[in-house]
């Protein structure tokens, strides 16, 4: 029972963390990536359908993306949708491609970038903490239903504290990381 319970707790920080990850891969640095678009939704056909889903993305340097979608009729909502996001781009067509050429980052703009990743940070930790006091919460339960001796309970605290730690101690690591990436010229 402790077992599934600390187990699912750990699964479920992962997914926090990779929750994290891709929030920072979404924060645009001074180089195109498709992952900059990973959030983006287009009305496809009635329904909110992800970019990546309804393109193909191809950088031919570093600062410009050419985005080619599979539907051409998709086109217009696929633009609407790049040029009403925050990711401060003005994207151009020919009819076939969509052409999306990242403007140089001002030193005000990459310390905007950096408070928003620091953000992203912290709800990933917060997320990761909310799922120990859940798991915890429910070992008291078990506790106090007697279903577990007080042992268990503290060698299950314990345990959740560590996985606790090494998933916040990954969500710091990576916002230090996106934090250089950010500030490098």
Do not use: C, W
Not at 7 to 17: D, N, Q, T
Not at 38 to 52: E, I, N, R
Not at 155 to 161: G, M, N, P, S, T
């Amino acid at each position: 029972m402790i077992d599934d319970i600390t187990r699912e707790a750990e699964s479920k920080m992962a997914g926090a963390v990779d929750y994290a990850r891709q929030d920072f891969a979404a924060i645009r640095t001074g180089r195109a990536t498709p992952d900059m678009f990973s959030k983006l939704q287009a009305d496809y056909y009635g329904s909110p359908t992800s970019l990546l889903q309804l393109a193909t993305f191809n950088s031919p340097e570093p600062r410009t993306m050419l985005i080619t979608p599979f539907d051409r009729t998709a086109l217009p909502a696929m633009l609407r949708a790049i040029r009403d996001s925050d990711l401060g781009v003005a994207p151009s067509d020919d009819g076939n491609t969509i052409r999306v050429v990242l403007p140089e980052l001002t030193e005000e703009r990459r310390k905007e970038y950096v408070k928003t990743a620091r953000t992203k940070a912290e709800d990933g930790r917060v997320a990761v903490r909310n799922i120990r006091r859940h798991a915890m919460e429910a070992i008291k339960r078990l506790e106090k239903d007697k279903q577990i001796s007080e042992d268990d309970a503290a060698r299950a605290e314990k345990q959740l504290d560590t996985a606790t730690k090494k998933h916040i101690e990954a969500v710091d690591a990576m916002l230090k990381a996106k934090e250089q990436e950010l500030m490098a010229v």
